[in-house]
């Protein structure tokens, strides 16, 4: 049976909703990015008229675009009101399926295959918007499909506030002419592999000979000519009844690509420290630490590994996401993006159950320590506690994510 997938994409997010704060910027060019003063500061977001008037692009180094634009207004993150807006989004979407799956913070797919009694696919992708604008002031595009990288790559084509619908009669006019760098993971350096191949379209992929590209590209070849031709049966993630969060976890983009074992390890002690915080915020610890590495060439793949007890210790997660790094990574390529997630929650309190042996009581002085070392970092910054490591390469670990304002990482909950 046909599926029918909404993609649901706020335009602009963080832009908008910095916006929605200062209305006093509605016609001024507004970027929300890292640190202006640091070299490596990035645009993260930028509203229509930085993005229209002054050309202004997201992952632009802040310092150029004050340069070109020098009326620009740039503000810092705050990534707890994106959050906020994410999970009432979440809640919005809940009205009409339980199949809801987040990709980033404002972006979503909905199965609304068995929602017709709330009228057709377009017409919910309609209200959605409309409510969208009316009940939380900003404005999302939305595409319509039968499957989740045609429905992504509606919402991308026409922007902001729309509606584009990919059906299955139409989509080799709709998709086939647009470049195939548009085509979900297809990342800067398989479309330099298509374009040697001559293959510039989604048409040209769609059109190439499947076995050959499988060849030449391997499974992810085959995969993206799968996908312009329309075959993504991937189904939309199941959203869990109650809300409760499943897992915590950060990853974070690197100002530049790593080629090191020491780096990487860096970077993982880094993001552990800022997962390990949001679980202790939350009460929670998981037994479940998975990493996920992306390489240069955006291919992304996770490892997980299951621990004896539920930690929420830095320490801990940050060892065994080494460990996991090390046993699974080649070195095929440098890597781009690392990410730590921690699943299989319980509330904190029942850590202790868990224990033999007094290693608990070794586990809760730790505890306490980072406890304390959060107070700390709440009440006076959290550059008063750094770990040692971490202050030899302050361009890899500068960002604060327990605070939420940190420029390269995405907090990932999902519910
Ligand atoms: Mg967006």
Known sequence: MSRNILHVDFNNFYASVECLQHPELANVPVVVGGDETARHGIVLSKNEIAKRQYGIKTGEVLWKVRERCPNVVILRPHMERYLEFSQLARTLYGEYTDRVESFGLDEAWLDVTGSGIFGTPRHIADELRDRIRREFGITVSVGVSFNKVFA??????KKP???TVISETNFRDRVWRLPVGE???????TQMKFARLGI???GDLARFDRKLLGTLLGK????????????DASP???ANENGTVKSVGNSTTMPHDLRCEADVRLVLYAIADSVAARLRRHGLAGSTISVSIRDCDMFTFERQCKNNHPTQLSGEIAEIAWSLFRTNYTWMKPVRALGIQVSDLTED????????????????????LEHTI???RNRYGHDMVLRASLMTAPELTGFRPAQGNFMHTTPIIRN
């Open 183 to 189: 085509l979900l993971y297809v990342g800067r350096a």
């Open 374 to 376: 959060d107070s700390i």
């Open 349 to 368: 309190t029942a850590c202790e159950q868990l224990d033999i042996f007094g290693e608990v009581s070794r586990r809760m002085k730790k505890g306490e």
């Open 220 to 231: 992810h070849g085959t995969m993206l000519w799968a996908f312009a031709n329309g075959f």
């Open 236 to 238: 939309v993630a199941l």
């Open 152 to 157: 992504k790559l509606g919402s991308d084509m």
């Open 161 to 163: 506030d729309a509606t």
């Open 200 to 202: 510039d379209t989604i």
